[in-house]
């Protein structure tokens, strides 16, 4: 059951700038987000006076970058309550509450720096987040940096995690005739394990799609997943990563402590067959 993943539309002039990754709701919810002030503290660096330095440099460049680039949609405290951001279907993320859809760690965890640069880096489709290719690294470090100082979560050990392994793509995804198999097996452990929620055929219509919310007691809708676009990316890899790891704030666990890897590629094997036959003048925004 993983929802809502892909399709590159940036409404005009709602572009918001680092978006980053942040799920709606969730778990860890009611340990709140965030210290309450109208603006993020400046960090109390540790370390060297060398690395206090380093700290608060990018922690000040980060929020000029925020600043400048978010605040139209993420809000000048990184509520998710910018000018822009009742326009948008898709809601701007509120960074308070320190809960991350899009990560390589286990469900309920906080992401790593290399979860929040890719996101940065790749933008999430069908959103009004772009993506950010051509800044710099100091500048993404930067803005990591602050955003981190927008939710006490950051401080706890406890939410910390090592990423998943991901392994690499089994070799019979390059035949045809045994990744169909494969690709059956994961279309029957998908009726059992997704589709109440995406449905029979993956199009987001199960039985119980009217019924979710995410943290903040909101509707979210399940992914079209026979639509080929996915806001956590489109390889096999990242397939892999959303359902091992799921999407915090949503009602998509993660499958790693549930499944064999095996399985898990079954799984994906299938949910690339179900939009093989997309046309791309047919698809549309997912929300």
């Avoid at 549930?258 to 929300?287: C, M, S, T, Y």
Wanted: proline share 7%; with cysteine.
């Amino acid at each position: 059951m993983f929802f809502s993943l892909h399709a590159r539309i940036f409404p005009t002039g709602l572009v918001c700038a680092a978006a980053l990754l942040l799920s709606p709701g969730a778990v860890l919810l009611s340990q709140d987000a965030g210290a309450d002030a109208k603006t993020a503290k400046t960090p109390k660096a540790t370390g060297s006076d060398g690395d206090k330095r380093r700290e608060l440099h990018l922690y000040m460049k980060g929020r000029f970058l925020f600043q400048k680039h978010c605040v139209d949609c993420h809000g000048k405290t990184g509520r998710g309550n910018g000018p822009f951001a009742a326009e948008l279907e898709t809601k701007p993320r509120n960074f308070r509450t320190g809960l991350f859809k899009f990560r390589s760690t286990p469900f309920g965890r906080l992401p790593v720096k290399e979860d929040l640069q890719r996101t940065i880096r790749t933008g999430i489709s069908g959103t009004a987040m772009p993506f950010f290719k051509e800044i710099s690294d100091e500048d993404v470090d930067a803005l990591i940096v602050y955003l981190q100082s927008l939710s006490r979560k950051w401080k706890d050990p406890a939410l910390a995690a090592e990423p998943l392994t991901i392994p690499p793509v089994p070799e019979w995804f390059d035949e045809e005739a045994v990744a169909a198999a494969h690709a059956a097996r994961g279309g029957t452990r998908f009726a059992q394990l997704c589709a109440l929620c995406h449905g029979a055929e993956g199009k987001g219509d199960g039985q119980g799609a009217g019924r979710l919310m995410d943290a903040w007691n909101e509707p979210i809708v399940p992914a079209d997943l026979s639509v080929p676009r996915y806001k956590s990316g489109e390889s096999p890899r990242d397939l892999y990563r959303t359902i091992a790891t799921g999407l915090n704030g949503t009602p998509m666990i993660g499958y790693a402590d549930l499944l064999q890897e095996n399985e898990i590629w079954e799984l994906v094997a299938f949910i690339r067959a179900l939009g093989q036959d997309a046309k791309p003048g047919a698809i549309e925004p997912q929300p």
